[in-house]
């Protein structure tokens, strides 16, 4: 593309689609058009059904083959595969390890940010899921990793710098304290893996958390007279839910109900990949576990979930499909829910100003193209 260029189309804009164009320049939306005319725009057009921001995902353990972690090659793969499925940010997630995966995932991070990373989607920092958990709601996550976190460790993940989101269990002992501390720091906080009652997980909340990762997944169950973590997290408005929108983690009714609870305002979709997403069923790691993939899914050798393989991109037209939401709304909810819930005021919007990451999209939200900061970094073949 030329340095100035438009892209027209449906404009996904606040949860509605509304006709427009945005202009783009040196990599930065420098005009949003409602209903323009061709000579109001740049001489250099492109059309598309649907434009919207980037999508943005807060849970990202892998995909493509690769593993999130010390090999190196895992974040550039992630970053030039990610905007096929019009993923323009993205939180690389560790689950529950040891100080010694953690410092060699750090500094694989700083390899791939030294090089420049500006030809794909961009990784923000970390998502750390764990090691702070429930061990009897440990999903996946390695039990030995859990049960041995301490101050020590917390202490150097605090240091680290790079992390901008860490699910833990507001009841484990120390859990409120870790919260103030990890705000205090900017870094989001989200409560998941947690036997939480809903007093907990509400004190939790009063701390600063202000998310719960994979709603109804790991969490202590709702019952209607204990209703739990998961009662907390459908009731509290502070709160805003991680949702799995892959029919697997989360029934289709249960999508739905976390519609009703929430709006669509109070959802960001999220995928959790891991190494086997957009790969063939087969054998796959995470977190040094052997996780097996076929058409039910991807868990470990006793059954357990260990991740999911959906694209955002699907997840958004799942929840058209199952929970009833407009196009536009699942849009925002995989753009500007995140982008609000990470404080990302230039991207996950279109705004003039903002970052230029642009997803071009059918009717039915497949990716035709997608933008960041200006370049197109992908095409589906005969779009």
């Known amino acids: 593309m030329n340095q100035q260029f438009a892209v027209r189309g449906q404009l996904a804009i606040g949860g509605i689609l509304e006709a427009g164009a945005v202009v783009v320049d040196d990599g930065r939306i ?3 058009l409602r209903s323009p005319r061709t000579g109001d725009l740049p001489s250099h057009i492109f059309d598309a059904a649907i434009v919207a921001p980037g999508l943005m995902d807060l849970q990202v353990n892998g995909g493509f083959g690769v593993e999130v972690g010390p090999d190196p090659s895992a974040l550039p793969t992630l970053a030039r595969r990610l905007p096929e499925s019009g993923v323009t940010t993205y939180l690389p997630t560790l689950i529950s390890s040891f100080v010694f995966a953690y410092r060699t995932a750090f500094e694989a991070f700083e390899a791939h940010v030294g090089t ?37 460790l917390f202490d150097e993940l605090l240091e680290c710098g790079r992390v901008r989101q860490m699910t833990l269990a507001p009841e484990r002992s120390g859990g409120l304290e870790r919260i103030r501390r990890l705000r205090q720091r900017g870094i989001q906080v989200s409560l998941g893996h947690t036997d939480a009652s809903l007093e907990e997980f509400k004190a939790g909340v009063d701390a600063g958390a202000e998310m719960a990762t994979h709603l ?7 019952g209607h007279r204990a209703p739990g973590s998961i009662g907390g997290a459908l ?26 609870a929430k709006g669509t305002e109070r959802v960001a979709l999220v995928t959790d990949m891991m190494a086997g997403a957009g790969m063939p069923a087969g054998t796959y790691t995470l977190g040094g ?9 991807a868990r470990l050798e006793d ?13 958004m037209r799942n929840m058209v499909q199952w ?24 991207r996950g919007r279109i705004v003039s100003g903002g970052r230029s990451d642009l ?24 779009a």
């Not at 109804?216 to 709702?222: G, I, T």
């Not at 200006?374 to 073949?381: A, L």
Request: aromatic letters at 4%; zero cysteines.
């Open 289 to 297: 576990q052997t996780v097996l993939l076929d058409d039910q899914g």
């Open 323 to 346: 929970a009833g939401v407009t196009p536009a709304e699942a849009i925002s909810m995989a753009t500007e829910v995140p982008a609000r819930l990470l404080g990302m005021t230039d």
């Open 30 to 32: 420098v005009e949003v």
């Open 116 to 152: 420049g990373e500006s030809q794909g989607a961009q990784a923000l920092g970390f998502h750390l899921e764990g090691p702070f958990l429930s061990p009897t709601r440990k999903g996946a996550h390695p039990l030995a990793a859990i049960e041995q976190a301490d101050e020590r």
């Open 235 to 260: 009731t509290d408005d502070r709160v805003t839910v991680g949702l799995i929108a892959d029919g697997i983690h989360s029934h289709p009714s249960s999508l739905r109900l976390a519609i009703l």
């Open 359 to 382: 997803v071009l999209l059918d009717e039915d939200l497949t990716v035709a193209a997608t933008i960041i900061k200006g370049r197109q970094v992908y095409r589906r073949p005969g």
């Open 216 to 222: 109804y997944n790991a969490m202590s169950p709702f």
């Open 303 to 315: 059954g357990t979930l260990a991740g999911a393989v959906v694209f955002l991109d699907q997840a």
